[in-house]
Nanobody
């Protein structure tokens, strides 16, 4: 199982970015798939995940600003991030649970003020 993350970059406060996570298998076969992040000096934390039955989990800090979605035909999971804040600066990791946890490589998101 491979997860390939992309879409990070530098954005100003209040801006938007969309991250993509391309999976090597059908995204509906993952018990959960989504995103974690790790800021400098911090532990890796949940951002959001989605289940095959569309059960969503969001960190309180991103509710109302971030949206997870998926394109089943392309096996891609997206993270739309709006109204970005400096505290959103982190390395974002694509995550999927298929029997065990799988992690993609991180993509850096930097929000400048």
């Amino acid at each position: 199982v491979q997860l390939q993350a992309s879409g990070g970059g530098l954005v100003q406060v209040g801006g938007s970015l969309r991250l993509s996570c391309a999976a090597s298998r059908n995204v509906l076969t993952f018990k959960a798939i989504g995103w974690y992040r790790q800021g400098s000096g911090n532990q890796r934390e949940l951002v959001t995940t989605i289940s095959p039955g569309n059960q969503l989990k969001y960190a309180d800090s991103v509710k109302g600003r971030f949206t997870i979605s998926r394109d089943i035909s392309k096996n891609i999971v997206y993270l739309q991030m709006n109204n970005l804040k400096p505290e959103d600066t982190a390395v974002y990791y694509c995550y999927g649970h298929f029997g065990t946890d799988y992690w993609g490589q991180g993509t850096q998101v930097t929000v400048s003020s």
